[in-house]
T-cell receptor, first 113, second 112 residues
Framework: EADIYQTPRYLVIGTGKKITLECSQTMGHDKMYWYQQDPGMELHLIHYSYGVNSTEKGDLSSESTVSRIRTEHFPLTLESARPSHTSQYLC????????????FGSGTQLSVL | DQQVKQNSPSLSVQEGRISILNCDYTNSMFDYFLWYKKYPAEGPTFLISISSIKDKNEDGRFTVFLNKSAKHLSLHIVPSQPGDSAVYFCATGGGSNYKLTFGKGTLLTVNP
């Protein structure tokens, strides 16, 4: 069982609000990722980090930002939420064992009204 | 342009029968391949993987087959159970790239 946690599980918020989605893992993994997924669509990589103070944008452009100040913590922030940000946000980590198996959190379902 | 394609959005099978889910990829540099299972409003959970040096990997009721020349992999579930009903994602990665690329998923429904 993977030890990676996301909070909140569900978030309904009004347009223009600033939000932070939390992600923590206790496995000591260097690599962490944020994916965004809509129903019936693939998971799109929006941010990743290969270690502390290392963050990169993913394949899908996103208005969100991330930080990696501690190995175990990889929060995602939206400065001003919009209805187009409504989606499921999935955090994952990897130990880099060669097959890049990702362990996912339970996800945050974000709805922006 | 999609690098990983799961052309069947859905599949329905009878309990006890075999479920076969398919995945095609375009990048010959991919050298490891994974299947994930996902329930609504949950994160994906890892099922089974295979590296490019193999053509088959088995774990209990789940078997993954890889055909590198055809850039095709498949997941077989035998026998299928109602608890297997979920969305199944194929994912690939390779080289110095530590990122996985996912398909759109196939919704499997196993009917009692």
């Amino acid at each position: 069982e993977a030890d990676i946690y996301q909070t909140p599980r569900y978030l309904v918020i009004g347009t223009g609000k600033k939000i932070t989605l939390e992600c923590s893992q206790t496995m000591g993994h260097d690599k962490m990722y944020w994916y965004q997924q809509d129903p019936g669509m693939e998971l799109h990589l929006i941010h990743y980090s290969y270690g502390v103070n290392s963050t990169e944008k993913g394949d899908l452009s996103s208005e969100s930002t991330v930080s990696r100040i501690r190995t175990e913590h990889f929060p995602l922030t939206l400065e001003s939420a919009r209805p187009s940000h409504t989606s499921q946000y999935l955090c994952a980590s990897s130990g880099g064992g060669g097959d890049e198996k990702l362990f996912f959190g339970s996800g945050t379902q974000l709805s922006v009204l | 342009d999609q690098q990983v394609k799961q052309n069947s959005p859905s599949l329905s099978v009878q309990e006890g029968r075999i479920s076969i889910l398919n995945c095609d990829y375009t990048n010959s540099m991919f050298d490891y391949f994974l299947w994930y299972k996902k329930y609504p409003a949950e994160g994906p959970t890892f099922l089974i993987s295979i590296s490019s040096i193999k053509d088959k990997n088995e774990d209990g009721r789940f078997t993954v087959f890889l055909n590198k020349s055809a850039k095709h992999l498949s997941l077989h579930i035998v026998p299928s159970q109602p608890g297997d009903s979920a969305v199944y994602f194929c994912a690939t990665g390779g080289g110095s790239n530590y990122k996985l690329t996912f398909g759109k998923g196939t919704l499997l429904t196993v009917n009692p």
